[in-house]
């Protein structure tokens, strides 16, 4: 039942997860047409609330992943580490994860700032988001490939004979 109830876990992380980068892409690129104050703040509290699920799904993913990986429950840990895809899927989640410290640490200042209503003028914040938007794009992307390599696992590829 546990093994079952990880890769249920892990997939819905995935899940989650993609749909809350896209999200945050898409509501970090209206910050740029927020005209107001009150236009962006509007639109930070969309920004906010799929960057806490893209926070969620990725403790979650990252969580399972691992308990599945070194507690053996699908395979022994000798299969992962064994395949060419693993590392290749791995490297692709750590480009993820480096690509995340900017937006992160950007949107904990903000976060700050607009719990102090001091945060930047519409504008200054509209032009960050825009370059914000485009990691969370290439973020994006790159779940993707982690999908297909997952897939390409759950077929054997890339396992050493």
Request: aromatic share 8%.
């Amino acid at each position: 039942m546990l093994r079952l109830t990880l890769a249920v876990l892990h997939l819905l992380a995935l899940g989650i997860g993609l749909g809350a980068v896209y999200a945050r892409a898409r509501a970090l690129q209206r910050l740029s047409s927020a005209a107001t104050d009150a236009e962006r703040d509007a639109t930070l509290r969309g920004v906010f609330a799929a960057d806490a699920w893209w926070g969620v799904a990725a403790l979650l993913w990252i969580g399972t992943g691992l308990w599945r990986l070194f507690a053996g429950t699908e395979k022994a840990t000798d299969h992962y580490l064994s395949s060419h895809v693993f590392y290749a899927k791995m490297g692709l989640l750590a480009v993820v994860l480096l690509l995340e410290l900017w937006p992160m640490t950007t949107l904990i200042r903000w976060r700050v700032s607009a719990a102090r209503h001091a945060l930047a003028p519409a504008a200054a914040v509209g032009a960050a988001g825009r370059r914000l938007a485009r990691v969370s794009d290439v973020q994006t992307l790159l779940v993707v490939a982690i999908v297909v390599a997952a897939v390409l696992m759950a077929r054997g590829y890339g396992a050493r004979a």
